[in-house]
């Protein structure tokens, strides 16, 4: 099965000691994977290396085939804009945009052209449930808000959608049904799935979780 | 949805901050078109009043005292001109016309000027404008006076009332000519030159008048007539000349020919009131720069204004940035972004700017008339208007740099944390 994601011997140190080594990790086109560890066990800072919004120290990241450690920032910008997708805690929608915008803001980053924005952000929203695409964001409900970031996050059939901590804030029923949400529009999609979450409850919904505490460590050299 | 409709929305999300900072630039574009449009139709202001003029002959100290007396009625010229001169001059040239003034007399602090029945038929206070009467009728009779727009409006008089002049010009108190009631026989529509200032009378009554205190001075009583009248008493202080000029056209080489042949007489002197104008205009153009340079600190400010919106507003911004970059738009692009807004600022200020120096500088036109007298024209000179736009974008895009430093620098993951 093709590998949408390939890390090898990925070492990242910040500043104040903390540090993360992945010797390796591999997911396959249409793979859901959970990574699980406690608070600051360093789940969050492996999607952002994947996402190339950190810069690894040492190893290689590979995402749809490309090279991302390797990459200039441009260029990781255009791989993240077309190959990732992001879905965040707290959604991060930018509350002045409409709903079709916020995710018509996706399609414009990876270039897709102007006239396909507006039709694929309401096409996408409709599946969603969202019934008022030209709602502002910050006028939606929360579980509005988080469908609009899920529908951002595959508007341009992503390789890979990388969530982090996408239901910490929910309880148990919603955080199944906004999981469920995001894996569905997943599958759909076609895209993988590599999911942050420190939830227990999670762990069954995934068929792969990977414990990030076993790539936290103080020994990665400078 | 494009990288525009981006900076749309943000800016009217910020629409208070945004209506505010475009205001000021605005404001500081409409002042400084407006201190340009009028510091040109101020000069053209003072073209005005030597009118249709070539050259201006006095006895003044030099010719542009001759043009400050003569145009402006700065001062009463201090020597006179003798009528003899006046006919040598005026047979000397087939002049378009040569008319003679005399100017020392005033009435409640407006200077009289008395002059030749062409003044009023030939001269023309500005080029194309000829007099024209507000009621009554000029002069035609001796000791009759027709006034300027202000100094009807300065005096109160009114067509058909009597009044004494005083000797000596701009005194309230002087030694007035008691013996010879004028009759305010006519008013000047505003002509937008020191003209509107002064009383008009015919030069033979001024003659009479000078005649009697002379006659007093002599021991002779009784009113003089223009039988009574000596070369001493027929003086004048100055001679308008207008040289013949091809139709639709002002000027004239021999303008300048004559100028030549009577400046080399050492008893008169002689002025081209254009070139004397705009001597005086090098003169005060330094005064003249402080205003633009005012206007132009007036424009920095309001570029202080926009780096200031900008930069308190990136602090709000962070996330918004940094959701930007994590779907994929690079570091320059969302920095274009930033700078796009403060341009976009800059501009609407700008274009509003000209829109209020236009609509202002008209209402600052019709308070002038109406309050001074003074006509100006404004006029927006579009190659202005677009150094003044452009300088507002250029200012609002420098004012964008540091703000858009702090966008290229933001920190993506650490602002994409929940607790940032």
């Given at each position: 099965m093709t590998q949408v994601l390939s890390l090898r011997d990925v070492q990242f140190r910040r500043s104040h000691g903390f540090a993360l080594r992945v010797p390796s990790l591999d997911l396959a086109a249409g793979e859901m994977a959970l990574l699980s560890g406690g608070s600051g066990s360093g789940k969050s800072t492996l999607l952002w290396l994947i996402a190339g919004l950190l810069r690894a120290d040492g190893g290689s990241i590979e995402v749809a085939g490309q090279r991302l450690d390797a990459m200039r920032e441009g260029d990781r910008d255009r791989v993240r804009a077309r190959s990732i997708g992001l879905v965040f805690q707290t959604h991060?929608?930018?509350?002045?945009?409409?709903a079709e915008e916020n995710v018509a803001l996706a399609l414009m980053a990876a270039g897709e052209?102007?006239?396909?924005h507006m039709p694929r952000a309401r096409e996408l929203l409709a599946s969603l449930g969202i019934d008022r695409p030209g709602a502002r964001a910050s006028d939606l409900s929360v579980g509005q808000q988080q469908r609009v970031a899920v529908a951002r996050a595959i508007a341009c059939r992503p390789a890979l959608v990388l969530a982090d901590e996408p239901t910490a804030s929910l309880d148990t029923d919603s955080a199944h049904a906004a999981m469920e949400v995001i894996q569905k529009a997943c599958r759909d999609a076609g895209a993988a799935l590599l999911c942050a979450s420190?939830?227990?409850?999670?762990?069954?919904?995934?068929?792969r979780v990977i414990d990030v505490r076993g790539f936290a460590t103080s020994e990665v050299p400078a | 949805m494009n990288d525009l409709r981006v900076v749309l929305v943000s800016l009217k999300a910020r629409l208070v901050s945004t209506l505010i900072t475009s205001g000021s630039v605005a404001v500081a574009v409409a002042l400084l078109l407006t201190m340009l449009s009028l510091r040109s139709a101020g000069f053209e202001a003072f073209q005005r009043g030597s009118g249709t003029t070539h050259l201006l002959v006095s006895a003044d100290a030099s010719p542009l005292v001759a043009v400050l007396n003569g145009?402006?009625?700065?001062?009463?010229?201090?020597n006179p001109v003798s009528w003899e001169k006046y006919g040598e001059i005026r047979s000397s040239f087939p002049y378009e016309w040569a008319i003679p003034t005399l100017q020392g007399d005033s009435f409640r602090g407006f200077p009289v000027c008395a002059t030749a029945p062409e003044f009023f038929t030939k001269f023309q206070p500005a080029k194309g404008e000829p007099w024209q009467l507000r009621e009554g009728h000029f002069?035609?009779?001796?000791?009759e006076i027709c006034l300027g727009s202000d100094a009807a409006a300065g005096t109160g008089l009114r067509v058909g009332q009597k009044v004494q002049l005083t000797h000596g010009?701009?005194?309230?108190?002087?030694?007035?000519?008691?013996e010879f009631p004028y009759t305010v026989v006519g008013i000047l529509q505003p002509t937008g030159s020191a003209h509107d200032r002064a009383v008009f009378t015919d030069l033979e009554s001024s003659w009479l008048l000078h005649a009697f205190d002379r006659r007093e001075r002599e021991g002779i009583d009784g009113k003089p007539t223009v039988a009574d009248l000596t070369d001493a008493d027929r003086k004048i202080t100055g001679i308008l000349l207008r040289l013949p000029t091809r139709p639709g056209s002002d000027g004239s080489a021999a303008i300048q020919q004559q100028f030549d042949t009577l400046r080399r007489d050492p008893a008169i002197v002689v002025a081209q009131p254009a070139q004397q104008i705009d001597r005086l205009r090098g003169i005060v153009g330094n005064v003249d720069g402080i205003f633009i340079a005012l206007g132009v600190a007036v424009l920095v400010s309001s570029g202080i204004s926009i780096l200031l919106a900008l930069y308190n507003s990136m602090a709000e911004r962070r996330r918004q940035i940094a959701v930007l970059r994590a779907i994929g738009l690079s570091r320059g692009r969302v920095q274009g972004m930033v700078v796009a807004e403060a341009c976009l600022i800059g501009l609407a200020g700008a274009i509003t700017g000209v829109v209020l120096s236009l609509v202002g500088g008209f209402a600052a036109a019709a308070v002038l008339k109406e309050r001074i007298g003074l006509v100006v024209h404004p006029d927006l000179d579009p190659r202005s208007a677009m150094i003044v736009l452009a300088g507002a974008v250029m200012l609002a895009a420098l004012a964008s740099v540091l703000p858009a430093i702090i966008a290229y620098r933001t920190p993506v993951a650490d602002n994409l944390r929940p607790s940032a």
């Open positions: 991060h929608l930018l509350p002045d945009f409409t052209p102007e006239r396909t420190h939830d227990p409850a999670m762990q069954a919904r995934f068929p | 145009v402006f009625y700065a001062n009463a010229p201090s002069p035609e009779k001796n000791f010009a701009g005194s309230e108190h002087g030694h007035e000519h008691t």
